[in-house]
C-alpha cells in the first residue's frame, strides 16, 4: 500500500532552516510529481510547493518563493522541502503529498500524516 511518511520537523527560530524529508514507497515513486501542503492552526490547507516527477521543474506559492527549495531523489524514494529564512507564519503541520501524474496537477490520491513546525523565539 501507499506510505507516505515526513519527518524533520520541530522547533526552530525565525532567521532559522528545517529541512524536510518524505519517505515514500508502495508505488513507482518516479513517475509522480509530489508536494508539500501545510496547515497553519485555524487556517484551511495551503499547498507550498511541488516538484515534476523526474525533478525537471519546481512551483511554489508566492509566500515560499526564495526561502522554500523542493528536491527529490527518486533513488532513495524521497521528496524535501529545504525551509530557510523561516518567519512565525511558516508554523503549520506540513503534509507531503502524490500528484496523480509526472507534472504537477494539486490532483492528490494520497497524503503523509504530517510533520509540525513551530517558528518562534
Known amino acids: 500500500q501507499v506510505q507516505l511518511v515526513e519527518s524533520g520537523g520541530g522547533l526552530a527560530q525565525p532567521g532559522g532552516s528545517l529541512r524536510l524529508s518524505c519517505a515514500a514507497s508502495?508505488?513507482?515513486?518516479?513517475?509522480?510529481?509530489m508536494s508539500w501542503a501545510r496547515q497553519a492552526p485555524g487556517k484551511g490547507l495551503e499547498w507550498v510547493s511541488g516538484?515534476?516527477?523526474?525533478?525537471?521543474?519546481?512551483y511554489y506559492a508566492d509566500s515560499v518563493k526564495g526561502r522554500f527549495t523542493i528536491s527529490r531523489d527518486n533513488a532513495k524514494n524521497t521528496v524535501y522541502l529545504q525551509m530557510n529564512s523561516l518567519k512565525p507564519e511558516d508554523t503549520a503541520l506540513y503534509y507531503c503529498?502524490?500528484?496523480?501524474?509526472?507534472?504537477?496537477?494539486?490532483?492528490?490520491?494520497?497524503w503523509g500524516q504530517g510533520t509540525q513546525v513551530t517558528v518562534s523565539s
Open positions: 503529498a502524490k500528484d496523480t501524474a509526472q507534472v504537477v496537477t494539486t490532483g492528490y490520491d494520497y
Open positions: 516538484i515534476y516527477s523526474d525533478g525537471s521543474d519546481t
Open positions: 508502495g508505488f513507482t515513486f518516479s513517475s509522480y510529481a
